[in-house]
């Protein structure tokens, strides 16, 4: 059973016109049977008014994840971390919904940085109908659920804040949450509700109630334990005295040889476990089990378990069936057992399992066979990635299954070379432009690659091309930047100083090195790149244009204007020959002429080019695709320049407005956009209306830029000038 909720992308939201309110997120369904925990449930609706925070944690301490081997079987501690914090999330973030409270709910996984990331990113793309991401503020009302949050840093500079927002996070570690936030811990169940609660889970079958009494408080009052007692009762012929009679003998030797009494769902896990094998006989439903269990618990997606791959490695427990209906047939047997939820409001459904019981699979596994599972594990994340992917689910949850999988099982998907599963997931966070993460993920590939296949290995090559791209990608040139001279000189070394790839290798050097404003560096590598492509390719060939508009920006950024105008026009001339006018790199020529036209002081040459820009981009683009908006940002700059106020004045407006649409008020290009706007109305005499916005900018810059940078300190002076006037 699970609960009805609204669907995680409303329709309004793909069309770029949400429709209010708006749920971003795939959200855990409330557990069948859930109680609503009057007696030890904290009050979240008086703990948690608007602008406030909360953390639910366990009311007892955990050891530190990071801890644990991946292979460790869990202590005591761990068991207890599970006391039920993810429901009661979701059932206040259901009620305030129902009641109308809200008129945004985002629902993220914590459990690292890029998920986080990807969260605010669906939450943009369901709200504004496009994928840019922001942290934009808002007046509606909101409430945000950073679920089961592992380290205070996959948060930093990243929690949301308000006064019409809620924030509420849960966490199996206190140290977790940030000093200041209002910690509430969960425990167990009160003796009265965990009696309820099995009570009307076993509601249709009045004779298995017999025992309830004495069962609940021999489990401890324990959520995990309850739920898997309950479902394995529910679905067998015990009672709730048989259960108890069968878990106590059990508990007792365990105890005995351990020499410590165990938690008690660290013995109901067990029977369940042994029930599935009567459920379904032979071995499939135990061997998806087991790959599930090297896979992130808080969500995997189904499509990852009825993989080819996945049905070949679970093939051996039964006979023949369909692909696919095989491993349908073991989730459910699984999740009648308890095990695991399969929630289907998402598409593809979610599958959960508890991080704790994946621990406890993946301890139990005879030696040898965690190999097996994991390379089967791999081959099927592989053979379920969408080709085309979109922003949130089922991204999400692969990236996250992968990097759960990379952690488990160390070194063992470099087992005759990198799998591709590992590009594949790194491909994933640079088109999704996680930068951060994507950097992280590369730099693991490229050192582990180096290490166990040496440097010169094909794998170890691309794992560190990529890594430089995603160096500056990130806007961190100077790192990239030994990346990429690694590559030329490498290549060099492998191929000889005129191959093509050696060609291509000097000309990202010299993007990079204007990126990182090694502007003499930059210019001398791309005026030797640029006549070894006219040799190779030919002078109309569009890699020796692509070439020949690196080099101009050089120029352009260096201050040599003349030579950045004359190679753009002999670039654009060729473009327009070879490609046309509106194809889109002619387009990306043009508005670099244009810049550099505006450089130089040729005003009117520039508002030319820019408005040709414009209605090129608008035309092919879209009037709020983002090149359309900075074209006309930059005419609006141009027509200022070029003494045409009233024309800048309506350029800069219909900029900021667009950049506010699409990317949202606190966005940095829209500041700047802003910023531009009180210039002009400062050049226009219009003093009032510039010093209101400049300093409104500087405000809502200082909280998202650091307070040195050369933008909040040009819009400072201009403050400054603006009360001398």
Not at 44 to 59: E, H, Q, S, T
Not at 107 to 132: F, K, M, N, P
Not at 294 to 323: C, R, W
Request: glycine content about 8%; overall charge neutral; charged content about 20%.
């Amino acid at each position: 059973m699970t609960s009805a909720v609204p669907p995680a992308r409303p329709a309004g939201a793909a069309s770029g016109r949400p429709s209010w309110p708006v749920w971003s997120g795939t959200v855990p369904a409330l557990a069948s049977g859930y109680s609503p925990r009057p007696e030890t449930a904290p009050g979240l609706a008086a703990a948690l008014p608007a602008g406030a925070a909360v953390a639910l944690v366990p009311d007892r301490a955990a050891p530190p994840v990071a801890s644990l081997g991946p292979m460790a079987a869990p202590d005591a501690q761990d068991w207890l971390r599970s006391s039920g914090k993810t429901q009661l999330a979701v059932a206040f973030a259901e009620s305030l919904w129902q009641s109308g409270s809200l008129d945004l709910l985002v629902w993220i996984e914590a459990t690292s940085r890029a998920s986080v990331l990807s969260g605010y990113t669906a939450a943009t793309a369901a709200v504004t109908g496009r994928d840019q991401a922001s942290s934009g503020e808002t007046s509606r009302s909101w409430l945000v659920v950073l679920d089961d949050l592992a380290d205070p840093a996959n948060l930093e500079g990243l929690w949301p804040a308000g006064p019409a927002g809620r924030v509420l996070v849960t966490s199996a570690d206190a140290a977790a949450v940030p000093s200041g936030m209002r910690v509430v811990p969960v425990g167990p169940f009160s003796q009265r509700e965990a009696i309820s609660y099995l009570s009307g889970l076993l509601s249709a079958d009045p004779d298995k109630r017999q025992g309830v009494i004495e069962l609940a408080p021999d489990l401890d009052l324990e959520p995990v334990a309850l739920a898997q007692a309950s479902a394995l009762i529910a679905n067998s012929p015990l009672s709730c005295r048989d259960y108890r009679a069968q878990f106590t003998r059990r508990r007792e030797q365990l105890t005995g040889s351990a020499g410590a009494r165990p938690p008690a769902a660290a013995v109901t896990w067990m029977f369940s476990f042994g029930r599935v094998g009567q459920l379904a006989p032979g071995a499939s439903a135990q061997l998806l089990l087991a790959l599930a269990a090297l896979l992130d618990g808080h969500g995997i997606p189904q499509t990852v378990l009825a993989a080819p791959a996945a049905d070949d490695f679970v093939a051996g427990g039964g006979g023949a069936v369909a692909s696919g209906e095989r491993a349908l047939a073991s989730l459910a047997v699984l999740e009648q057992a308890g095990l695991l939820t399969v929630e289907p409001v998402t598409a593809p459904p979610v599958v959960r399992i508890s991080p704790v019981l994946q621990a406890a699979l993946r301890a139990a596994m005879p030696k040898g066979m965690p190999d097996q599972v994991a390379k089967s594990a791999a081959a099927a994340l592989l053979q379920a990635w969408p080709e085309q992917e979109l922003p949130g689910w089922p991204a999400t949850g692969l990236r996250s299954c992968v990097a759960t999988l990379r952690q488990i099982t160390g070194d063992l998907l470099w087992d005759g070379g990198c799998h591709p599963l590992l590009v594949r997931a790194g491909d994933s966070l640079d088109h999704a432009r996680l930068t951060g993460p994507a950097v992280d993920h590369w730099r693991d590939l490229a050192m582990t690659s180096g290490r166990l296949l040496g440097d010169r290995h094909p794998d170890t090559m691309l794992a560190r091309q990529r890594l430089a791209d995603a160096y500056l990608a990130a806007g961190r040139a100077d790192d990239a930047l030994p990346w990429f001279q690694w590559e030329l000189d490498n290549l060099t070394h492998k191929l000889g100083p005129d191959h093509r790839d050696v060609i291509e290798a000097r000309r990202r050097l010299g993007h990079a090195l204007v990126a990182a404003l090694q502007l003499p560096a930059a210019i001398t590598v791309l005026e030797r790149a640029v006549p070894e492509f006219e040799r190779v390719y030919g002078p109309g060939h569009a890699d020796t244009l692509g070439a020949q508009d690196e080099l101009a920006a050089a120029y352009l950024t260096a201050g040599r204007y003349p030579d950045a105008i004359t190679l753009y026009r002999r670039t654009l001339a060729a473009r327009e020959r070879a490609q046309g006018a509106r194809h889109p790199q002619t387009m990306t020529t043009r508005h670099g002429l244009a810049d550099s036209y505006l450089a130089s002081g040729r005003a009117k040459e520039a508002v030319a080019a820019y408005k040709r820009v414009v209605a090129d981009r608008e035309r092919a683009l879209g009037p709020d695709h983002l090149d359309t908006l900075t074209a006309r940002n930059n005419l609006g700059a141009a027509y200022e320049k070029a003494g045409k106020p009233a024309a800048a004045e309506l350029a800069c407006q219909q900029a900021w407005a667009g950049f506010e649409r699409v990317l949202g008020p606190r966005h940095p290009d829209t500041l700047r956009s802003r910023a531009g706007l009180a210039q002009v109305y400062r050049r226009l005499g219009r003093y009032g209306d510039a010093r209101a916005l400049l300093r409104d900018t500087v405000d809502r810059l200082q909280r998202i830029l650091p307070d040195g940078d050369p933008l909040i300190t040009e819009l400072r002076q201009s403050l400054a000038d603006i009360g001398e006037e």
